[in-house]
């Protein structure tokens, strides 16, 4: 069964700090994999989006990572600001392009 | 380019009443896809509309249909509506080949 989890579920992290997420699926065949952030009561923004052969991929502070043999990815967020506040949510493509299996996101929250 | 827009972005209805929701996808995007996202459940798949065709549907109850024009707007309709039907209703668009779906604000459905 086609599968995307993500941990953990919620963060709280204090400004300035770095912080990581994880993402692991079970999607097969794979085409490719997002990160998006959603603002509460907003639709989601992409951030990366990477294909089987990229391991790293960078937009800002937010830096994504693939392991595609582990089936797992990381969104590594540096140097954490008020405005990171938010859900960050881990999409996967089957290789037709149709499908999309969506995490149930991570909740992070950033304190002064 | 013009994002993903979404029409009305707020909505109070009461139970037992239907309701339409409008979705434009960005200009060129011929795939539209709707979602129902509420808390600690993510986003969960309604169906997606390709060239005026349903190509894909989620495991939702007769209720909730869709359609998608010519010009490749869409509309979500759910008749008989409960109360666990409040959500924020997602739209988003692709284009063909390109494996990434661009977001709009949404739609908040309160159903009293």
């Known amino acids: 069964k086609n599968q995307v989890e993500q941990s953990p579920q919620s963060l709280i992290i204090l400004e300035g700090k770095n912080c990581t997420l994880q993402?692991?699926?079970?999607?097969?065949?794979?085409?490719?994999l997002r990160w998006y952030k959603q603002d509460t009561g907003r639709g989601p923004v992409s951030l990366t989006i990477?294909?089987?052969?990229?391991n790293t991929k960078s937009n800002g502070r937010y830096t994504a990572t693939l392991d595609a043999d582990t089936k797992q990815s990381s969104l590594h967020i540096t140097a954490s600001q008020l405005s990171d506040s938010a859900s960050y949510i881990c999409v996967v493509s089957e290789d037709t392009g149709n499908q999309f299996y969506f995490g149930t996101g991570t909740s992070l929250t950033v304190i002064p | 380019k013009a994002g993903v827009t979404q029409t009305p972005r707020y909505l109070i209805k009461t139970r037992g009443q239907q309701v339409t929701l409008s979705c434009s996808p960005i200009?060129?995007?011929?795939?539209v896809s709707w979602y129902q996202q509420t808390p600690g459940q993510g986003l969960q798949f309604l169906f997606e509309y390709f060239s005026e065709t349903q190509r894909n549907k989620g495991n939702f109850p007769g209720r909730f249909s869709g359609r998608q024009f010519s010009n490749s707007r869409s509309e979500m309709n759910v008749s008989t509506l409960e109360l666990g039907d409040s959500a924020l209703y997602l739209c988003?668009?692709?284009?063909?080949?390109?494996?990434?779906?661009?977001f709009g604000p949404g739609t908040r459905l309160t159903v009293t």
């Open positions: 993402c692991n699926y079970t999607v097969s065949p794979f085409s490719n």
């Open positions: 988003a668009s692709s284009s063909v080949g390109v494996y990434e779906q661009y």
């Open positions: 990477m294909t089987f052969s990229e």
């Open positions: 200009s060129g995007h011929r795939s």
